[in-house]
């Protein structure tokens, strides 16, 4: 079966490449094997095989490496999962919170076929219910400056581009507080504490979705769950 269509493989290629999407530091063995949920002699078998297929550049020990052919199967893969997600979204009346682990099913099942039919239908969507960038199907990706909000500084103001889909419960919280990709937020001093980070909404986000009433208020988010945001630079 070729490597491209091993649903196997495809989630290695998948979880190697979103590990760094959003950070610059190589996966290490042992915490691809905890993203997997699999055991570490797993990893290293499945690591051979990739290696020998030209997908990952690796050395014993070391950290992992994505090849081009390897991004370039890591991408479609990407790809995939996002339109899906979109899809559940818009046109099957699923939650924000509801898509990932279906998502994670449909990915490796459907055709390039309807997977094509999913992106027309849906206007070539750019970004998912989350906020992440979806390749293109020539594997071209938008990318943007970005830093984590609670890395930001006092003052700093950014448009929310992405929200992690890792916890779903972080996911309704943030719902509930207005939260969402799009919003432009502006970063207040912290408390004494430094356990809450502030924010308040500002004018100029994506849409009317996204119209800041103009005596909104800051509100206040655990920092953890501003760990699970990022802005523009």
Do not use: C
């Not at 459907?110 to 999913?118: G, W």
């Not at 800041?212 to 769950?225: F, R």
């Not at 760990?227 to 630079?233: K, S």
């Amino acid at each position: 079966m070729p490597a491209s269509k091993n649903p196997a493989i495809e989630d290695y290629l998948k979880t190697v490449y979103s590990h760094t999407e959003w950070q610059p530091d190589p996966i290490t063995p042992k915490a691809l094997a905890d993203k997997l949920g699999v055991a570490p002699s797993s990893v290293t078998e499945m690591v051979k095989k990739m290696a020998a297929q030209g997908l990952i550049a690796h050395v014993p020990y070391g950290p992992l490496r994505l090849t081009d052919d390897g991004r370039e199967r890591a991408l479609a893969v990407v790809r995939r999962h996002r339109l899906i997600e979109t899809w559940l979204v818009r046109e099957m009346g699923y939650g924000w919170d509801e898509v990932h682990d279906e998502a994670e099913v449909l990915e490796h099942a459907l055709s390039d076929r309807l997977l094509e039919t999913i992106d027309a239908r849906l206007g070539r969507p750019s970004r998912d219910p989350h906020g992440d960038a979806i390749p293109a199907a020539d594997g071209s990706l938008a990318v943007e400056r970005f830093v984590r909000l609670d890395e930001a500084a006092a003052g700093h103001a950014g448009r929310v581009l992405r929200i992690s889909d890792r916890d779903p419960e972080v996911l309704r919280s943030l719902a509930a507080a207005g939260v969402a990709p799009g919003m432009v937020v502006v970063v207040e001093p912290s408390d004494a504490s430094g356990e809450r980070v502030r924010i308040r909404f500002a004018p100029g986000g994506d849409g009317d979705a996204h119209a800041v009433p103009a005596e909104a208020s800051p509100i206040e988010l655990t920092t953890e769950a501003a760990a699970e945001i990022w802005i523009t630079g």
